[in-house]
């Protein structure tokens, strides 16, 4: 999802429906209101204030109780995301094997620094601890794909990949669309 569809969150989103179906389906279990959050972040791309408020509102739970989970895990994000979030591991392993290196040409290839998001709305970049890869650093990111023994060569490579998958996934949305609404037999 790009950050162009993050913006401009009213309370008639349409979205915010998907995510009530989905927590209709799950009151009451227990550790419901991580589930809850990964489906939000997956609809809205981030989760701002306005998201936290609705789904502690829906959860009858106190809103700081969603805020103090959604910034104490990593994976969730109160700011825009972008489509593919590249997150560069700067842990001891990965710093010694030239993450910072990584990091470097990732800035330069995206035109972004950490916590950015492109213009396109494709790539944001943020760097972690530890991924939990050790053996394979220095490791990256991109979206949930996990690159690992990545070097500053890499850089180019991998975010062209991941261009090549959204121009698909763009290209495979239109083809649906435009079949989709055709009257020629």
Known sequence: MSCSTCQGITANDPRFAQLDAMMEGIKGESGALISVLHKAQQLFGYLPE???????????????????????????????????????????ACYVRGADRVLARLKSELGIELGEVTADGLFSLESCRCIGACSLAPVITIGDEVHGKVTEHDVPRLVAQARQMAAAAQNGAQVATVGAGSDVA
């Open 50 to 92: 306005e998201v936290q408020e609705h789904v502690a509102e829906s959860m009858q739970i106190p809103t700081s109780e969603v805020y103090g989970v959604v910034t104490f895990y990593n994976l969730f994000s109160t700011e825009p995301m972008g489509q593919f979030p590249v997150n560069v591991c700067l842990g001891t």
